[in-house]
């Protein structure tokens, strides 16, 4: 009889958002007359670009024709495409990334899921908590996190970091020691953010103990600070200690297109081993790669015309954020974020927990957020509001939750 990975087994419940969801689709069910707006799952909203459109029909044109047709990608990605990441997100900012080092895939969600095979099972993982779930359920797939207490809802081999008011929603040093960091900023779901003072701690840190910092850049895009950095390459030291995640999803729309990159640099090793060639091999083999037309698309990100119509964009979710933020500020609620991230954090109202509070704006006013619950115990108390619906839903949204 065969066996399965028992790993799986020790997931509790559903995914986060998919336990959202089919309440939802519950509640829609039994009202089907009443209008929900959705400021919960992190999905844009927005059009492709023209220039990203323009992009992909050319692409597609190209593929019609014999001596334009392209088939399976390189295993890093096209040059095309890591040449501009590399000049326009690293190089301009001083950092000295190469297009080698960078490797294309469809995402950087799948990416933080599978960067952990690289490493040893023993590893031990500190994560921000709240976090991203993605970080830790993966690493419970790969039998990494011990047992799970579903009263404090932790894991007992994970070090969590807990991000709350009192430090303004940013991680400290752990006591105990870890292997792989998970660090996300501006941070999903809290929407914090940390000045490259702060982040360079992290790095000496990680280089002093021997550690790996896994750095989820997806929404550095969203930074409007000129103290916070856009990659963790811009601090010293960085390059023996560090993988970047990059995502098209949120700078340019790709929600729906799917494009990402992660960075690991050659100087990164293990004694004599470069992770570098451990991700190469592991890319190559279990990768087929972005299709040629998405890469094109990704290309075209970094054209002028494809900067400009993306900056207009980036501005029209943060006026929700700002929108989200203001209106609830001023109706009495408890908020951050919204200013260097498209995520508003805000206190539960009346000691309510984060589901209870979901319930509540869902059957009372038709809003769809998500309980912080979701993203581990610091969460509790907590809801996430995202500024990537419409303008419009929005501000319905915001007089919705001000008058109840």
């Known amino acids: 009889m065969f066996k399965i990975n028992e790993n799986y087994l020790k997931l509790p419940g559903s995914y986060l958002f998919s336990t959202i969801a089919k309440k939802v689709a519950a509640y829609t069910e039994a009202n089907p007359d009443r209008s929900i707006i959705r400021l919960g799952i992190g999905d844009v909203t927005q059009p492709l670009a023209p220039a990203i459109i323009d ?88 039998g990494r996190t011990g047992t799970y207490d579903p009263k404090s809802e932790v894991w007992s081999d994970v070090i969590y970091m807990p991000c709350t008011a009192d430090n303004h929603f940013v991680p400290e040093l752990p006591k105990e020691v870890p292997d792989l960091i998970y660090l996300c900023f501006p941070n999903n779901p809290t929407g914090s953010a940390i000045t490259k003072d702060q982040l360079q701690v992290w790095v000496d840190y990680a280089n002093q103990k021997g550690s790996v910092i896994i750095y989820d850049a997806a929404y550095e895009a969203y930074i409007s600070e000129d103290d916070v950095p856009h990659t963790i390459f811009e601090c010293e030291g960085a390059r023996t200690c560090a993988i970047e995640l990059r995502s098209f999803s949120k700078n340019a729309g790709f929600t729906g297109v799917r494009l990402g990159a992660t960075v690991i640099p050659k100087e990164l090793r293990c004694g004599d081993v470069m992770l570098h060639s451990l991700w190469a091999r592991r890319h190559g083999t279990k990768y087929n790669g972005a299709p040629y037309i998405v890469q094109k698309a990704g290309e075209a990100v970094y054209s002028e015309a494809g900067k400009a119509q993306l900056k207009e964009q980036i501005a029209y979710y943060m006026r929700n954020a700002k929108t989200i933020y203001g209106g609830l500020r001023e109706a009495g609620y408890t908020v951050s974020g919204g200013v260097n991230s498209p995520y508003i954090w805000l206190k539960t109202p009346d000691n309510m927990t984060s589901w209870e509070f979901f319930d509540y704006l869902l059957t009372k006013v038709g809003v769809v957020g998500t309980p912080g619950s979701g993203f581990g115990p610091s969460g509790e108390g907590y ?22």
């Open 55 to 142: 992009a992909l029909h050319s692409a597609v044109d190209e593929m019609a024709h014999a001596e334009t047709f392209h088939g399976y990608a390189p295993d890093l990605g096209y040059e095309f495409l890591r040449s501009a990441m590399a000049k326009n997100d690293y190089q301009s900012r001083g950092c000295e990334i190469q297009a080698d080092e960078i490797f294309i895939s469809d995402g950087a969600k799948g990416d933080s899921g599978n960067i952990q095979e690289i490493f040893d099972q023993d590893n031990k993982i500190a994560v921000c908590d709240p976090v991203y779930p993605v970080y830790v359920d993966t690493n419970v797939m790969a």
């Open 383 to 404: 809801f996430r509001l995202t500024a990537f619906g419409t303008y419009e839903n929005t501000l319905a949204a915001v007089e919705r939750i001000k008058h109840l």
